[in-house]
């Protein structure tokens, strides 16, 4: 009831007004826009291939009715037939050979009925193709995949967040000649597009032998000049006067680091593991220089090898597609209110 | 419990000097206060005491033995900041324990000296909760229950009271001394509030822009000013200055012609240029033939009750005199009125602000 008071919410609070019309359509517009193209991929993940292949697309996962017939060991799809008399049945096609078609009611096996194909047409009936899912374990090795992914994700995610809160830390509450020199440089390396350091990187990880090693997708990409900043920023607003009371109480730099700064600051600390982990989970173009052994993929490599060059398994390549989507619209759904609170205060995207 | 002495110390930032040379012997067991007004230095000569700013040159010893290169924690002092500086994410007992847990101290004494010290601040029933959950009074009470476990040979406050609402201000002030006479202990406490440092210390430093103007008892410094600043900081409502010379004999003139006879410690040529300074609630409306009589225009009353004050200027619109009467007046805005200064209550100062007194 609630949610329904809060859905036709007007102005002025009694009728509709124009306005509110047009902000509802404003509304609506977007929400089919934004959330059209995401139900369309979830609801065709469940649909069968042949129902993926139909012309007219349908929005809904449908599938041809099938029933068993005593007698036949394999399921029968169901037809509506229109018979000589004029009457109509729904009957189960035993087999079809040119332009007849043998079908059976399945509760009278034994009488058969012929009729010219255009008299009959297939029904259909609302139907998950779960196979899409549970058929994805044994067609690769989706585990795995998942498991580099988590890993790349999660490691990179905690060094992420210790390397660039030292830095910060350091940038923001110690007093040093070139202090300024060395954040302007930090901030510098976003001027440079990635595209122009792919390379470098990938000699340094080949050099370093990291290549085909998840840990040479994870060390480039720790040190983030946005993360850096953020954390900057926030730890500009913990007062000096705490970190003269910790030190007045035998903290030492580290504790006072450890203790003192990084549980105060938390909230730029969660906008950051949230940008981490959308940053390295749906990263695609560094591991696919990187990792190039089947075994050592993630799921986005593996989203993309699915992609065969001559036949591409539509109805798995979209299941895989949900589950790769998942992590990020959980951690979206749980911790939206720390991305907006972190893109307000930092700035960023 | 401990004593500490300033010796000619200078504190620069660049080239600025902020602290130009401080003499000061801090006895144990005393209260001390450093008054002044803002960006006089006291903080910064507080911060340097407690080792969070470097001394420039000059030297800080305590206990006998010279402090300047001992580490902030190692020296032994405890600090109660302005903003109390506790840690938001802890709890009050976490807060208090914190600086034991650095040093290694056994959990159990741990225990017992917050125990102890919660219980001399009564915030036993507080210390599970965090900062956020305490009032402004309580989180002061915290902050010094903070430095009181570590037992330090000095405690120092940096304007502790200035972010209380007044009422509070004045039961903590209590509460403070009396901690101060339980403890025992040296304190150093910094303000700019010259009523909390009449009624809190045993011995006041007035600085402004980084030197020491006057020490004293606070009633030394009330009764007899060093110079003109420190007569004008200590007092309030804040003493009158008339601009007057002096004439043949003991006699000073005023600018409208009233002489008067005031002896000065020193003898003046006649025609010297002096600031005549006397406090509010020693002029009076009646007085003898030997006071000296200021004739003003009244442009404010404050009835009090108890007390009135006057407000009014000398003619030509000469200075602002304030006086400060007891029990209630008949007198309107706009009218004339005599004001008598009686000679025992007179001070007289040379016109820089800092020179020595003459009376």
Same mark, same amino acid.
């Given at each position: 009831?609630?949610?329904?008071?809060?859905?036709?919410?007007?102005?002025?609070?009694? #009728?509709?007004?124009?306005? %509110?019309?047009?902000?509802?359509?404003?509304?609506?517009?977007?929400?089919?826009?934004?959330?059209?193209?995401?139900?369309?991929?979830?609801?065709?993940?469940?649909?069968?291939?042949?129902?993926?292949?139909?012309?007219?697309?349908?929005?809904?996962? &449908?599938?041809?009715?099938?029933?068993?017939?005593?007698?036949?060991?394999?399921?029968?799809? !169901?037809?509506?037939?229109?018979?000589?008399?004029? #009457?109509?049945?729904?009957? *189960?096609?035993?087999?079809?050979?040119?332009?007849?078609?043998?079908?059976?009611?399945?509760?009278?096996? %034994?009488?058969?009925?012929?009729?010219?194909?255009?008299?009959?047409?297939?029904?259909?009936?609302?139907?998950?193709?779960?196979?899409?899912?549970? %058929?994805?374990?044994?067609?690769?090795?989706?585990?795995?995949?998942?498991?580099?992914?988590?890993?790349?994700?999660?490691?990179?995610?905690?060094?992420?967040?210790?390397?660039?809160?030292?830095?910060?830390?350091?940038?923001?509450?110690?007093?040093?000649?070139?202090?300024?020199?060395?954040?302007?440089?930090?901030?510098?390396?976003?001027?440079?597009?990635?595209?122009?350091?792919? !390379?470098?990187?990938?000699?340094?990880? #080949?050099?370093?032998?990291?290549?085909?090693?998840?840990?040479?997708?994870?060390?480039?990409?720790?040190?983030?000049?946005?993360?850096?900043?953020?954390?900057?920023?926030?730890?500009?607003?913990?007062?000096?006067?705490?970190?003269?009371?910790?030190?007045?109480?035998?903290?030492?730099?580290?504790?006072?680091?450890?203790?003192?700064?990084?549980?105060?600051?938390?909230? *730029?600390?969660? !906008?950051?593991?949230?940008?981490?982990?959308?940053?390295?989970?749906?990263?695609?173009?560094?591991?696919?220089?990187?990792?190039?052994?089947?075994?050592?993929?993630?799921?986005?490599?593996?989203?993309?090898?699915?992609?065969?060059?001559?036949?591409?398994?539509?109805?798995?390549?979209?299941?895989?597609?949900?589950?790769?989507?998942?992590?990020?619209?959980?951690?979206?759904?749980?911790?939206?209110? &720390?991305?907006?609170?972190?893109?307000? #205060?930092?700035?960023?995207? | 419990?401990?004593?500490?002495?300033?010796?000619?110390?200078?504190? +620069?930032?660049?080239?600025?000097?902020?602290?130009?040379?401080?003499?000061?012997?801090?006895?144990?067991?005393?209260?001390?206060?450093?008054?002044?007004?803002?960006?006089?230095?006291?903080?910064?000569?507080?911060?340097?005491?407690?080792?969070?700013?470097?001394?420039?040159?000059?030297?800080?010893?305590?206990?006998?033995?010279? $402090?300047? +290169?001992?580490?902030?924690?190692?020296?032994?002092?405890?600090?109660?900041?302005?903003?109390?500086?506790?840690?938001?994410?802890?709890?009050?007992?976490?807060?208090? =324990?914190?600086?034991?847990?650095?040093?290694?101290?056994?959990?159990?004494?741990?225990?017992?000296?917050? /125990?102890?010290?919660?219980?001399?601040?009564?915030? +036993?029933?507080?210390?599970?909760?965090?900062?956020?959950?305490?009032?402004?009074?309580?989180?002061?009470?915290? $902050?010094?229950?903070?430095?009181?476990?570590?037992?330090?040979?000095?405690?120092?406050?940096?304007?502790?009271?200035?972010?209380?609402? =007044?009422?509070?201000?004045?039961?903590?002030?209590?509460?403070?001394?009396?901690?101060?006479?339980?403890?025992?202990?040296?304190?150093?406490?910094?303000?700019?509030?010259?009523?909390? =440092?009449?009624?809190?210390?045993?011995?006041?430093?007035?600085?402004?822009?980084?030197?020491?103007?006057?020490?004293?008892?606070?009633?030394?410094?009330?009764?007899? @000013?060093?110079?003109?600043?420190? $007569?004008?900081?200590?007092?309030?409502?804040?003493?009158?200055?008339?601009?007057?010379?002096?004439?043949?004999?003991?006699?000073?003139?005023?600018?409208?012609?009233?002489?008067?006879?005031?002896?000065?410690?020193?003898?003046?040529?006649?025609?010297?240029?002096?600031?005549?300074?006397?406090?509010?609630?020693?002029?009076?409306? =009646?007085?003898?033939?030997?006071?000296?009589?200021?004739?003003?225009?009244?442009?404010?009353?404050?009835?009090?009750? /108890?007390?009135?004050?006057?407000?009014?200027?000398? @003619?030509?619109?000469?200075?602002?005199?304030?006086?400060?009467?007891?029990?209630?007046?008949?007198?309107?805005?706009?009218?004339?009125?005599?004001?008598?200064?009686?000679?025992?209550?007179?001070?007289?100062?040379?016109?820089?602000?800092?020179?020595?007194?003459?009376?």
């Amino acid at each position: 009831m609630k949610a329904l008071a809060f859905l036709t919410r007007t102005r002025n609070g009694r #009728s509709f007004d124009w306005t %509110d019309w047009l902000s509802y359509a404003y509304l609506a517009m977007g929400l089919f826009l934004m959330f059209g193209p995401v139900l369309w991929l979830v609801l065709s993940s469940f649909k069968t291939e042949a129902a993926l292949n139909e012309f007219p697309p349908s929005l809904f996962p &449908y599938g041809q009715k099938s029933v068993s017939v005593p007698g036949e060991e394999k399921m029968k799809p !169901v037809f509506r037939v229109t018979l000589p008399d004029g #009457s109509t049945k729904e009957l *189960a096609e035993l087999r079809r050979i040119g332009l007849t078609s043998t079908l059976v009611d399945p509760a009278r096996p %034994d009488d058969y009925v012929r009729v010219n194909v255009k008299d009959r047409e297939p029904v259909r009936e609302f139907k998950l193709a779960t196979e899409n899912y549970t %058929d994805l374990s044994g067609k690769m090795s989706f585990g795995t995949y998942l498991w580099n992914s988590v890993f790349i994700t999660v490691i990179a995610t905690i060094l992420t967040l210790l390397f660039n809160s030292m830095a910060a830390f350091a940038l923001s509450k110690y007093k040093f000649s070139g202090r300024t020199a060395v954040f302007l440089l930090i901030l510098g390396t976003l001027m440079v597009p990635p595209a122009i350091v792919l !390379v470098p990187n990938f000699l340094v990880i #080949s050099e370093m032998g990291m290549l085909n090693s998840l840990w040479g997708v994870i060390w480039p990409a720790i040190a983030t000049p946005t993360g850096v900043f953020l954390l900057r920023q926030y730890m500009l607003t913990i007062p000096d006067e705490l970190l003269e009371a910790a030190r007045m109480d035998h903290a030492s730099e580290w504790q006072i680091y450890w203790r003192i700064v990084m549980p105060l600051a938390a909230p *730029a600390l969660a !906008v950051l593991a949230i940008f981490s982990v959308m940053w390295r989970w749906n990263d695609f173009l560094w591991p696919l220089i990187v990792l190039s052994k089947n075994e050592k993929f993630t799921l986005q490599l593996a989203l993309n090898a699915f992609q065969g060059d001559l036949v591409t398994q539509w109805n798995y390549l979209l299941a895989m597609t949900v589950i790769t989507l998942l992590p990020i619209t959980i951690v979206f759904a749980f911790l939206q209110k &720390y991305i907006t609170q972190g893109i307000a #205060s930092a700035g960023v995207k | 419990m401990a004593s500490l002495q300033l010796k000619n110390v200078i504190k +620069d930032f660049g080239s600025t000097r902020v602290i130009r040379g401080v003499d000061l012997e801090v006895k144990d067991g005393e209260f001390v206060v450093f008054v002044g007004p803002s960006g006089c230095g006291k903080s910064t000569l507080l911060r340097m005491i407690c080792g969070l700013e470097d001394i420039s040159s000059g030297d800080l010893v305590i206990d006998g033995a010279r $402090a300047n +290169d001992i580490r902030a924690a190692d020296r032994g002092l405890a600090m109660v900041f302005q903003s109390y500086a506790l840690y938001p994410h802890m709890t009050v007992y976490q807060n208090m =324990a914190f600086g034991l847990e650095n040093t290694g101290v056994a959990k159990d004494v741990i225990k017992t000296k917050v /125990g102890a010290a919660a219980k001399l601040l009564r915030l +036993d029933a507080l210390l599970d909760r965090k900062p956020t959950q305490l009032s402004g009074g309580q989180r002061q009470r915290v $902050a010094i229950g903070r430095s009181i476990v570590r037992e330090p040979k000095i405690f120092l406050f940096d304007e502790p009271l200035s972010n209380l609402d =007044a009422e509070l201000r004045v039961s903590m002030r209590g509460e403070i001394t009396g901690l101060h006479r339980r403890l025992g202990a040296t304190m150093i406490y910094v303000t700019h509030d010259q009523v909390e =440092a009449m009624t809190m210390a045993d011995k006041i430093v007035v600085l402004r822009a980084g030197q020491i103007e006057q020490i004293g008892t606070p009633l030394d410094l009330y009764n007899r @000013p060093d110079n003109k600043f420190v $007569a004008g900081f200590i007092g309030s409502p804040q003493m009158n200055f008339v601009p007057v010379t002096t004439g043949v004999g003991d006699t000073i003139i005023t600018e409208y012609g009233a002489s008067f006879a005031l002896k000065t410690e020193r003898k003046l040529p006649s025609g010297t240029t002096l600031t005549f300074g006397v406090r509010p609630e020693h002029l009076t409306l =009646a007085g003898r033939e030997t006071s000296l009589a200021l004739p003003i225009t009244i442009t404010g009353v404050e009835q009090l009750g /108890g007390h009135s004050l006057i407000y009014g200027t000398l @003619p030509n619109d000469g200075p602002r005199i304030t006086a400060h009467v007891a029990g209630q007046v008949n007198t309107k805005i706009g009218e004339s009125a005599t004001v008598y200064a009686p000679p025992a209550a007179c001070h007289l100062f040379e016109s820089d602000d800092a020179a020595k007194a003459v009376r």
